[in-house]
């Protein structure tokens, strides 16, 4: 090579960089390991799961209609023929490698849908991954279908789909209580040590129970935000649980800790200042991963009127939070009975989740399945149905105490049929004792005789007994 003249030697160096640059880029291509497939009540979703990076792109074809997906820098290592198509609008899908590094996926249709993807940056549970959403143009299907492998392998009680078998008289209406299964779908939350144990099943199968147990009470009937195995943005279950018109929503997790040997149920409310400890701050920052494991974008707000917008959200918010500590003592309460506690008070933290201003809103911790014991017991059907059954006596007991207006407790209530007691208010933030007294419908200083105050200072979580005189008033 030194013999070459100095033309002829940078060519050869150009020729060589080219070729070095070629086999980086063979090299560096991305293979597309496996793909997976969920059904939503609305929309059906592929993953497919990546050695690295790619680039996409995504187009409509019509007569017939079909999804093709163009991968940059992708191969195919997996096969597309094994993935469950039914009930979902895809009626079969191929690939072509188009060239070495740039793969063709076709998703062939039974009728229009409308396409969204985005790609996923690794985490702690997946690598790269492209997401593709195929949303329904008609009407979705009344019950989701998972893909064969997605099938939860912990036991599910035998009623999935309870209905409300004692009507409401008097054209009163029912209590709702929106029942959120946590995680699902692409995000299968916390694992287990038990081999093919995920939080996303157990928690299914908890709600499907705590279900049950509610629409077998006169007055109230469960509504399940989440209905099968598919993954529901944060921001969406609570759109859910408003559109079902829930009373009260109730999120159900499994908790998990670096150290196996935690144990115990929580339950946590919305805090406005942040956590109240180190162990609720933590928590709240790993289920509100949540969206970003799901691809979830931020959501932008409408600026419109924002003072006044903000003062009501304020308002609203405070009768929000006091309720969900109210419930959320009740519950952690009956729960005690059944299982160990691993926080003996309800912990509060800036769950995603819960920030809904006008549902109260509480997430329950039902054990850890970190811990090996923890996570045998909660696979049982008997555990699941024990930890129901004090859920259900918690929301009972502060319903019977704080009736919606309209609704058949209410009725019940009013017409004496439920004895009643002094009611417990726990002071929210921003909350003084005279604004709690006007809420109540109760004189300052009867408020303040019956808790034995000697002037009218209250500390945030402190808990207020409401007399009995003032019970015809609805917070």
Known sequence: MMGLPMRKRARFIALAMALLCLTFEAVAASDVRSVRLWRAPDNTRLVFDLSGPVQHSVFQLAAPNRIVIDVKGAKLATRLDQLALANTPITGVRSAQRTADELRVVIDLAKPVSPKSFTLAPNQQYGHRLVVDLFDDAPAPSTPVASAASKPPVPVTPTQAPQKLTPVPNGKRDVVIAIDAGHGGEDPGALSPVKGQYEKHVTLAIARELQRQINAERGFRGELVRTGDYFIPLRKRTEIARKKG????????????????????????????????????????????????????????????????????????????????????????????????????????????????????????????????????????????????SIVTGVKQFFHENPPPGTYIAYLRDSGQIAMGPREHVVSSGESLALIAQRYQVPLSTLRSTNSLKNDVIKVGQKLQIPATSLAAQP
């Open 246 to 389: 829930a009373d009260l929503f109730v999120s159900i997790h499994a908790d998990a800790a670096p150290r196996s040997s935690a144990f115990g149920a929580s339950v946590y409310a919305l805090s406005d200042r942040g956590a109240t400890s180190e162990t609720a701050r933590w928590l709240a920052d790993a289920e509100n991963q949540s969206d970003l494991i799901g691809g979830v974008g931020n959501v932008s707000l409408d600026d419109k009127d924002r003072m006044l917008a903000g003062v009501l959200l304020d308002l609203s918010m405070t009768a929000s939070m006091s309720s969900s500590l109210n419930v959320g003592n009740k519950v952690l309460s009956n729960m005690g009975r059944v299982t160990s506690l691993h926080k003996r008070r309800v912990e509060q933290a800036g769950f995603m989740v819960l920030k809904s201003p006008d549902i109260p809103s509480i997430l329950v911790e039902t054990g850890f399945i970190s811990n090996p014991n923890e996570a045998k017991k909660l696979a049982t059907v008997s555990h699941q149905q024990a930890l129901s059954r």
